[in-house]
């Protein structure tokens, strides 16, 4: 099943979520301080990411966050045939 990897940035709470899988009902999991792992609750599969005081860590700070998960990603075959024909 393909599924995409969606952001969405909240300047008014400093807020960034990044998910596979909008609107699903998660389990949170506070990884480190301020940044939690939501997991489906049946699966356990990773189906999003939260960051609180984003710009404050990542933007000024320059902070480095290493999540403590592992997977696969893969490239959806239409990008190989968009750059392909772009490239002709």
Do not use: C, W
């Amino acid at each position: 099943m393909e599924k995409k990897l969606t952001y969405k940035y909240d300047p008014m709470s400093d807020e960034m979520n990044l998910y596979f899988e909008r609107n699903k009902e998660a389990i949170g999991f506070n990884i480190d301080n301020d940044i939690f792992l939501q997991l489906d609750p049946d699966t356990d599969e990773v189906i999003g990411l939260t960051i609180l005081n984003f710009k404050h860590r990542i933007i000024d700070k320059k902070e480095e966050i290493q999540i403590p998960v592992s997977g696969k990603f893969i490239a959806n075959q239409n990008i190989f045939e968009h750059e392909t024909a772009a490239n002709i």
